[in-house]
């Protein structure tokens, strides 16, 4: 195990409240007091963590930010050459538009793009701009959005409104009260859900917010319905692509629906890591931009713009997607295979590059880390989750798989004999948000 990344998050517990920016890559959600942490390098599909132990990536891969692997050699050379020339000056950089062309030109229902370099801060540019178009405040919406103020606001009232939107037990402290009663949550492929608030707060609708696409693919009458129902009340209809863009084409995943939104936002893969987002849109609804105040220094820097570009263009002449769908395709079978193999029920979901398991057992958080402690034992750092990238090969599949069944086996085997906390080495993983002491 890698005491030396051990020791250093405890030392980050104490001068960084969470120990880490991102709770989505806190030890504690993966495998408490033995996962590696942090890392010295990472090149294609490979880790090699601060005690020099390399580990291959079959897990959230960047969190899904790497979508052509880890210090693609294409990317960091257009990188480079960006700050070698400069990345910051009083002028602006030409890129913004070249990359604004491509975006518009990979959506032909869009006509405008705004940038950023975050999701969440992406999607609190499009809720404010939808806000601003439409003169209204209420938002409607069906997924994991971030943590701004406008999302978060939607547990004032009910604490739980957000548990079934990726991430249970987000606490509302530090949100202004005056928000409660703005957000109105509804469930994936559900279209009476959003029908209902329609009917009840359609004159005050902003916006339909939703991911095109997570778990399970959007029913045809759901996601035209609500491109209808939009249409109907005025509201403004945004797909969050955070997650979902570029994995299954050169683009957002709802071209693929034949649905087109008012606007689409796009962050994590559109630069391979760096950080990089797009706010894309209709002329429409785009030019309220100028009515309210959207602005900032860190969104005039270079190698945002020159990441994403190199990004994209790689993305399309390879078809980085259909690589991206075969290999997870690949995982997700394996998968299915080790579980009737091995007699571990699963349940399996999600898209083909972006796939999800779950143990079909009483205990399964405590099965699921003991399954991830087993593969770091293997050299592979591994959760309920495979996020595909062009750097993954066939080869790290077969090595994957062969490891899966070999530990399903004796996960098999731990589960009969009751063995399996007695197995672990730490805690259990974390499965949503909580307070660190």
Known sequence: ???????????????????????????????????????????????????????????????????????????????????D????????????????????????WADMVRFGRAGGEAMAIAVRIARAATGRDMVAFCGYHGWHDWYLSANLGETTALDGHLLPGLDTKGVPRGLAGLMHPFHFNKLDEIEAIVAAHGERLAAIVMEPVRSSEPEPAFIKGIRALADRCGAMLIFDEVTSGFRINSGGAHLAYGVAPDMAVFAKAIANGFPMAAIVGRASVMDAAQETFVSSTAWTERVGPVAALATLRKHREQNVARHLMRIGSRIQKGWTEASQATGMPLHVSGISPLGHFAFDLPDAQEVRTLFTQMMLDRGILATGSFYAMWSHTDAHVDR?????????????????????????????????????T
């Open 400 to 436: 994957y798989l062969e490891t899966v069944n070999e530990v399903f086996r004796d996960l098999r085997t731990a589960v009969d004999q009751k063995a399996v906390k007695q197995l672990l080495r730490g805690p259990v993983a974390h499965s949503g948000f909580k307070r660190l």
């Open 85 to 108: 020339m400069g990345s910051m000056s009083t002028l602006n950089c030409a890129e913004d538009i070249e990359l604004a062309e491509l975006l518009v030109e990979l959506h032909p």
């Open 1 to 83: 195990m890698s005491g030396t990344g051990q020791s250093l998050y405890r030392r980050a517990r104490k001068v960084m409240p969470g120990g880490t920016q991102l709770l989505s890559k806190r030890p504690e959600m993966f495998l408490p007091e033995q996962w590696p942490t942090y890392f010295k390098s990472a090149k294609g599909a490979e880790v090699v963590d601060l005690d020099g132990k390399t580990y291959l990536d079959m897990s959230y891969c960047g969190i899904g930010a790497t979508i052509l692997g880890f210090a693609d050699p294409d990317v960091d050379a257009a990188v480079k050459t960006a700050i």
